[in-house]
């Protein structure tokens, strides 16, 4: 490939947060995952775990689709993949990778924004980051299952099996980018009967997830199913801070105290006006009451809050741990609010901007699906620190003006020319390339 313009320089970036630094990042992190396998296999475990990576990575519609157009010359110098997996061989392989062996790449991942210092535009409040937990589905057959499905019993006595997830991400009000952290599966354990649920996944996650960052400061920002007083105890328990959501249709006996106590002259009121925008913004909150009349011992700080404009009211509240004061209290809400970015950002994100996420790339009887979903959710997470950190990327996303678009033009480019890089890829639909006419063999016989 010629033409790109030598004289335009692309936009400087930190090399060790290029998308080809954190792929060998992400291969050096698959060697470590165990192969039970005998030592003389044809195509090495990292080479298939990179396979299905690369997968995501190019947006690929299927799995099918992939192995067509795989074009083993720049899977090798962009991914570092030296053998590439037919579709059947990668379904065996990685149905007997347990997805706990990926955790680890994901935190070198996020060790490498830390050190690159990347994450501190992300700080929210007081050097704390906000931390979006929500959970998704993202399988669903009455046919198709495995050991791990959840399954969904019907009034006629039919199942439908599922497979989701409890999502989590580093969030910010003011940054469209998010950073993922490895989902906690939902998944049926062996042995068990009943259903594993988005409680029992929390308490795993945030056991895990200080395991992984002991030392990092989190605001849990969550929907109001998280407003309960064992999930509370939770992030207690592992020092993390919340602004979970509340609803007076199922948290009355809280309304009813924030009432008698504005009856009582001790909720504060307060007002700011946003002339720019056209809006005036109304909160009142307490501190100090009783979560419900069952657990009257768990304390919450509630915030209730009016967004008016000219032609639309909402309206919303959280209870938080954090004391509520007239300073804090917007910072407060929005964080609340932010927490929409987790479904907006990352699961919209992935169902509709070309990750497929809820296309079934394969199911298997073990790992498999989950396997595949995590692999995503790493490619995603690439993506991401590219958003953050790389201005070359930026630049051709505005450039091309979607996502979509993007990784059709990347995907287009990578199948068709030899390329040594993503960066050379990425500069080439910056700055445009010359197209050459195909060269054709002449049979001379």
């Known amino acids: 490939m010629t033409g790109i313009p030598m004289a335009n320089v692309a936009p400087k970036a930190r090399k060790h947060l290029s998308a080809d630094a954190l792929f060998q990042l992400v291969h050096t992190g698959f060697d470590h995952v165990p192969d039970d396998r005998p030592a003389d296999v044809d195509i090495a475990l990292p080479d298939v775990i990179m396979s299905a990576f690369a997968m995501f990575s190019l947006k690929a519609p299927a799995l099918l689709a992939f192995d067509k157009e795989r074009a083993e010359g720049n899977l090798h110098t962009i991914y570092g993949i030296q053998r590439v997996p037919c579709d059947t061989y990668m379904r065996e392989i990685l149905e007997l990778v347990s997805p706990k062996w990926l955790r680890p790449v994901f935190t070198s991942v996020f060790r490498q924004l830390q050190r690159g210092k990347a994450l501190e535009a992300l700080t929210f409040l007081d050097g704390h980051y906000l ?137 504060t009121s307060y007002e700011r006006h946003d002339r720019a925008a056209g809006l005036v913004h109304r909160f009142r909150f307490l501190n100090n009451v009783p979560l419900n009349a069952s657990n009257v011992e768990v304390r919450v700080n509630f915030i209730e809050y009016w967004e008016m404009g000219q032609d639309k009211v909402q309206h919303f509240s959280w209870i938080t741990d954090l004391r509520v004061t007239n300073r804090n209290v917007f910072h407060l809400m929005r964080g609340g609010r932010a927490r929409w970015k987790s479904e907006n950002e990352t699961f919209n994100t992935l ?31 690439v993506d991401q620190a590219q958003q953050l950190c790389c201005a070359l990327f930026r630049a051709v996303w505005l450039k091309l003006g979607s996502k979509r678009l993007l990784w059709e033009r990347m995907r287009a480019l990578f199948y068709t020319y030899a390329l040594m890089s993503m960066r050379q890829l990425f500069e080439a639909l910056l700055y445009g390339f010359k197209r050459s006419s195909p060269l054709v063999p002449m049979d001379s016989s």
Request: contains cysteine; hydrophobic residues 40%.
């Open 131 to 267: 931390l979006a937990l929500d959970g998704t589905e993202y399988f669903s057959s009455k046919t198709i299952h495995c050991a791990s499905c959840l399954h969904r019993v019907h009034r006629d006595g039919s199942l439908t099996y599922t497979h989701q997830m409890l999502g989590a991400a580093i969030i910010h009000p003011d940054q469209r980018a998010v950073i993922p952290l490895m989902p906690e599966p939902i998944v049926n354990r062996d042995g068990t009967s009943k259903n594993d649920c988005e409680r029992n996944a929390a308490k795993r996650f945030v056991a895990k997830l200080r395991q992984d960052h002991p030392h990092l400061k989190f605001i849990v920002t969550e929907d109001s199913l998280s407003s309960n007083a064992p999930h509370i105890a939770t992030l207690q328990d592992y020092d993390l801070h919340s602004i979970l959501g509340v609803k007076e249709g199922d948290h009355a006996y809280l309304f009813q105290q924030v009432q008698a106590a504005e009856h009582a002259g001790r909720v």
């Open 351 to 381: 169902k509709n901007q070309g990750y497929h996420f809820e296309h079934n790339y394969g199911h298997g009887e073990q790992h498999l699906s989950v396997a595949f979903a995590m692999l995503m959710m790493l490619a995603f997470l």
